[in-house]
């Protein structure tokens, strides 16, 4: 990564995609150790986090893209959720995180 001139590399955990759907209570019903608190929920983005800061090496940012809340999800994500989750994230190895609101108005 460094070699060919970057030198952050963003984890994108929201919006919907593979991650977020993990992080969600509202759409994260698994009762196995990938679902239920929030620290099975972040199973995967811990996962993740440890590997790409693995792979990035030294030197790198690694950044977690989160979603700040869900506004059209009921029991969705909020920003209380968001806050522990960039708190985990930064425990996995991220140097920070940001976040944003999302919403599926069609």
Avoid: M, Q
């Amino acid at each position: 990564v460094a070699a060919a001139g970057f030198d952050a590399i963003e984890v994108h955990a929201g919006h919907g995609y593979l991650v977020d759907a993990f992080l969600s209570p509202r759409t994260n019903t698994r009762t196995d150790r990938w679902g239920g608190s929030l620290e099975g929920r972040s199973r995967l983005l811990v996962e993740v986090l440890g590997a790409v800061r693995e792979a990035a090496g030294p030197g790198v940012a690694v950044w977690c893209r989160l979603n700040a809340r869900e506004i059209d999800k009921p029991d969705g994500e909020t920003l209380e959720l968001a806050i522990a989750t960039a708190r985990i994230a930064t425990a996995a190895g991220a140097a920070g995180s940001t976040g944003s609101t999302r919403s599926n108005l069609s």
